[in-house]
């Protein structure tokens, strides 16, 4: 069964930073691309970042970019975000999901439960 | 950037009932387009992929079609568990979301 389970959420203050890991298994984790999105309870899903699947290209959304760094280790089948200088309106949860494509942009499937950010002082 | 709307925003149909959603595209996206379900307090599940391809599993009463800037999403017949909201997603360019469309039962 393919399943993506996050960690490392939490509660952090302005300006501080936290680490989030997506721990994949199912499936040969270096055939995909993978992703993160967010979403504030009870609102929309917002993409945040995604890379390909050796990590040699990323992509950000404007909201993070210079902030968030994305990565991954194939050896441990591990997706992870670096997440620094985080802001109030960052607090949500963070999802990881496969990329159905190698290339890092296509379908989300499956998606992990998600890992609950809070930026507060 | 591109931008995604739907419409709309949240509707209420009866059991049995044929479902449309729209979603619109700013700029053309080809079939870059799938269409998630989430459920309160659950992850968002892929049910249509590029466009009008059903995911392996997913019901036959769920299909989407359209290309370009238009697409639309249907349930031909509205189930109970069917209760959800349901994004479309663009990755065209970059990726990005729909607002979403609730469905609830009359």
Not at chain 2, 91 to 96: G, I, K, Q, V
Request: contains cysteine; proline residues 4%.
């Amino acid at each position: 069964e393919v399943q993506l389970v996050e960690s490392g959420g939490g509660v952090v203050r302005p300006g501080g930073s936290l680490r989030l890991s997506c721990a994949a298994s199912g499936f040969t984790f270096d055939d995909n691309g993978m992703t993160w999105v967010r979403q504030v309870p009870g609102k929309g899903l917002e993409w945040v970042s995604t890379i390909n699947w050796n990590g040699g290209s990323t992509a950000y959304a404007d909201s993070v970019k210079g902030r968030f760094t994305i990565s991954r280790d194939n050896a441990k089948n591990s997706l992870y975000l670096q997440m620094n200088s985080l802001r109030a309106e960052d607090t949500a949860f963070y999802h990881c999901a496969r990329v159905r494509y190698s290339s890092g942009w296509g379908p989300l499937d499956p998606w992990g439960q998600g890992t609950l950010v809070t930026v507060s002082s | 950037d591109i931008q995604m709307t739907q419409s709309p925003s949240s509707l209420s149909a009866s059991v049995g009932d044929r479902v449309t959603i729209t979603c619109q595209a700013s700029q053309d996206i080809s079939n870059y387009l799938n269409w998630y379900q989430q459920k309160p307090g659950k992850a968002p599940k892929l049910l249509i992929y590029d466009a009008s391809n059903l995911k392996t599993g997913v019901p036959s009463r769920f299909s989407g079609s359209g290309s370009g800037t238009d697409f639309t999403f249907t349930i031909s017949s509205l189930q109970p568990e069917d209760i959800a909201t349901y994004y479309c997603q663009q990755y065209n360019n970059l990726m990005t979301f729909g607002p979403g469309t609730k469905v609830n039962i009359k």
